[in-house]
T-cell receptor, first 112, second 116 residues
Framework: GQQVMQIPQYQHVQEGEDFTTYCNSS?????IQWYKQRPGGHPVFLIQ?????EVKKQKRLTFQFGEAKKNSSLHITATQTTDVGTYFC????????????FGAGTQVVVTP | DTAVSQTPKYLVTQMGNDKSIKCEQN?????MYWYKQDSKKFLKIMFS???????INETVPNRFSPKSPDKAHLNLHINSLELGDSAVYFC???????????????FGPGTRLTVL
C-alpha cells in the first residue's frame, strides 16, 4: 500500500535560520497537503499542491511538489519562534477516497 | 463560531469502561473523519463518513463504533477501554472527499483520552 514518509522527524533550529522538511510517497500522488500542529493544538491546513512541479509561497514558507508528484518539501526561511510545532504532509490514498495518509511529521523546535 | 467542535476535551477513565466522544461541524461539509494521534504524534485515520454513510473503516478494533446521526455529527463510542487506547482523538471534516479536489480538512480541538 501507499506510504508517506517524512524526514527529518525532529528539527532543532536557531531563530533566524532556514530549514526544510521533506515528504516522500511510494506512489504518485494526485495532490499533497501540508498541515501545522502547534504544541497542544490541532492540525491546521496550510496548503494543497496539485500540479507537477508546483511551487507555492506563504510569506516565509515555500512549498514544492516534485515533478513526478511523489515528493514534496516545505522550506521555512528566517525561522521564528512562532514556527514551533509539528508539520505534517498528507496524501490521498490510491485505494480509498478520502483516506488521507499523514506522514509522521517533523517536530520543529526553535531556540532563540 | 467554532467550525469543528468535540466534547469532551479531556477524558480520564478506568480500563474496561465504555465512553463516547462527540463531534459536530457547522461548515456544511459532507465528509467527517476520526483520527487517532499517539504519543509520537503519528496521525492515523480510523473512520470516514460521507453523508452519514461509512466509507472508510481502517483496521480498528470493533470496540470502536462510530455513529453519524446526521452529516453534521460524527460520534465515537469505545467499549471496554484498554490502556493502549490512550491517545488524542481528532474529529475532522472536509467539503468533499474525492482525491484531486480541494478537500482541506478542518480538525476539531481534539479529545485527550487517558485510560488508567
Amino acid at each position: 500500500g501507499q506510504q508517506v514518509m517524512q524526514i527529518p522527524q525532529y528539527q532543532h533550529v536557531q531563530e533566524g535560520e532556514d530549514f526544510t522538511t521533506y515528504c516522500n510517497s511510494s506512489t504518485t500522488l494526485s495532490n499533497i497537503q501540508w498541515y501545522k500542529q502547534r504544541p497542544g493544538g490541532h492540525p491546521v491546513f496550510l496548503i494543497q499542491l496539485v500540479k507537477s512541479g508546483e511551487v507555492k509561497k506563504q510569506k516565509r514558507l515555500t512549498f514544492q511538489f516534485g515533478e513526478a508528484k511523489k515528493n514534496s518539501s516545505l522550506h521555512i526561511t528566517a525561522t521564528q519562534t512562532t514556527d514551533v510545532g509539528t508539520y505534517f504532509c498528507a496524501g490521498p490514498g490510491t485505494d480509498s477516497w478520502g483516506k488521507f495518509q499523514f506522514g509522521a511529521g517533523t517536530q520543529v523546535v526553535v531556540t532563540p | 463560531d467554532t467550525a469543528v467542535s468535540q466534547t469532551p476535551k479531556y477524558l480520564v477513565t478506568q480500563m474496561g469502561n465504555d465512553k463516547s466522544i462527540k463531534c459536530e461541524q457547522n461548515l456544511g461539509h459532507d465528509t467527517m473523519y476520526w483520527y487517532k494521534q499517539d504519543s509520537k504524534k503519528f496521525l492515523k485515520i480510523m473512520f470516514s463518513y460521507n453523508n452519514k454513510e461509512l466509507i472508510i473503516n481502517e483496521t480498528v478494533p470493533n470496540r470502536f463504533s462510530p455513529k453519524s446521526p446526521d452529516k453534521a455529527h460524527l460520534n465515537l463510542h469505545i467499549n471496554s477501554l484498554e490502556l493502549g487506547d490512550s491517545a488524542v482523538y481528532f474529529c475532522a471534516s472536509s467539503q468533499v472527499m474525492l482525491a484531486g479536489d480541494s478537500n482541506e480538512q478542518f480538525f476539531g480541538p481534539g479529545t485527550r483520552l487517558t485510560v488508567l
